[in-house]
């Protein structure tokens, strides 16, 4: 409860300083976050984490993975962070990340160069789960003009490139207001061997 309160004020002092106006480009959700930007003690040491770069500042999420299957004619495809179990628990301060969407393919390696763009307006409610959750959920970035990029196939890994603008939501803040911030992430994501 205590630390809840800690990150409250320490949000409140970022917006009453002028960094929530409705429409600028603020800091990162950083210094009540940056105690979230660790990567989890449970994280496998053979799953390197995943960095993306909000506002120009550093964040540490759990090992990226990545799912795609073929579904009623369309390629489904869901972007995640491998959350480790405490993460559904009160009190978790680690930060992650879940994109769903579909995209045109009769296969997974159908991905390949390809990218799928979100374009909402700024005022439009947010319909979508897709989004980075920061500090256990405390603050929430959304998808409004951003792209996911997947690099043409080759070696052991899937890249995804994750870059644009994010609306960064947090229910503590005065009169629930928002700001953009810019995201910028490069995830390396092994390959799925198939099974002999």
Do not use: W
Request: glycine share 8%; charged share 20%; net charge neutral.
């Amino acid at each position: 409860m205590k630390r809840r309160r800690t990150v409250t004020i320490l949000i409140l002092g970022l917006c009453f300083t002028g960094g929530c106006r409705r429409g600028t480009a603020a800091p990162a959700p950083a210094p009540a976050t940056q105690v979230a930007a660790s990567q989890p003690a449970t994280q496998p040491a053979d799953a390197p984490p995943a960095t993306m770069i909000i506002n120009g500042q550093a964040f540490i999420f759990p090992a990226p993975k990545l799912v795609a299957i073929v579904k009623d004619g369309a390629l489904r495809v869901t972007l995640f962070s491998n959350d480790p179990a405490e993460a559904v628990r009160e009190g978790y301060t680690g930060n992650s990340f879940y994109f769903r969407f579909n995209m045109d393919g009769e296969k997974p390696d159908d991905l390949s160069g390809q990218q799928y763009l979100f374009r909402n307006s700024y005022a439009e409610q947010d319909e979508t789960a897709s989004g980075l959750f920061i500090a256990g959920g405390r603050q929430t970035l959304r998808p409004m003009d951003a792209t996911i990029s997947f690099d043409p196939a080759g070696g052991q890994l899937t890249v995804v490139h994750i870059t644009g603008s994010f609306k960064l939501i947090d229910d503590q803040t005065p009169d629930n207001q928002t700001t953009i911030v810019k995201v910028q992430a490069m995830l390396e994501i092994p390959v799925a061997q198939p099974a002999h």
